[in-house]
């Protein structure tokens, strides 16, 4: 072999081996990138894991925090309520303590009849209205019928009389007044002549 074929075969081997080494380096170089890749994307699960957690704990917390301050907002709600009706009671007792003492009975309506006004002011103010009924036109979403009475100057489904008071709160209905309510005699006698005809046509 020459000279010059020697010299060239030694620079090809030279750059073979460059090129192998190129690529050997290259491929280090990829798996390299490959794991740094992975171990980013396992961090970044963590953190998000993390997070998750966190923010699981903190709503389970503020779950339990609310749940607390629910329970003791119901079990004193009525407090304020409560401590105007303590007067009225103390009012109540001082009246009936008074009226044995003097035992004068008028003494001690008159103290039940400004107590019952008392009552009524703070039930009132706290959005309580009661049910207007006796000349009222009768409603059945506001008036329970538990009487028809007849009379012969009343117009039809008048409330002529309040058996037991209604109320609304905040303008819904919290009980209904049971009331009788009249309806005109000459009414009621037709109403009565039509039920025998209707009887008397299904007889035949």
Not at 34 to 45: A, D, F, N, S
Not at 142 to 171: C, F, R
Request: aromatic letters at 6%; zero cysteines; glycine letters at 6%.
């Amino acid at each position: 072999m020459s000279k010059n074929k020697k010299n060239q075969q030694e620079k090809m081997d030279k750059k073979k081996q460059k090129d192998v080494s190129k690529d050997e380096g290259q491929s280090v170089n990829d798996k390299k990138t490959e794991t740094e890749i992975v171990e980013k994307q396992k961090q970044e699960y963590q953190d998000l894991l993390d997070r998750y957690l966190r923010f699981q704990a903190e709503f389970d917390n503020y779950r339990k925090r609310s749940l607390q301050e629910k329970a003791g907002f119901i079990k004193f709600a009525n407090e304020g309520l409560i401590s105007e009706l303590i007067g009225i009671l103390d009012n109540f007792e001082l009246s009936i303590k008074y009226a044995d003492k003097k035992n004068d009975f008028k003494l001690m309506h008159q103290g039940v009849d400004m107590i019952i006004k008392q009552l009524h002011a703070l039930l009132k103010s706290k959005g309580l209205e009661k049910i207007k009924t006796v000349g009222e036109k009768f409603d059945p979403h506001k008036h329970d019928a538990l009487a028809i009475v007849e009379g012969q100057d009343v117009d039809s489904d008048t409330v002529v009389e309040e058996m037991q008071a209604g109320y609304l709160l905040s303008g819904r209905i919290l009980r209904p007044a049971k009331v009788k309510v009249a309806k005109p005699k000459k009414e009621n006698e037709k109403n009565k002549a039509g039920k025998e005809e209707e009887n008397k046509e299904i007889k035949e």
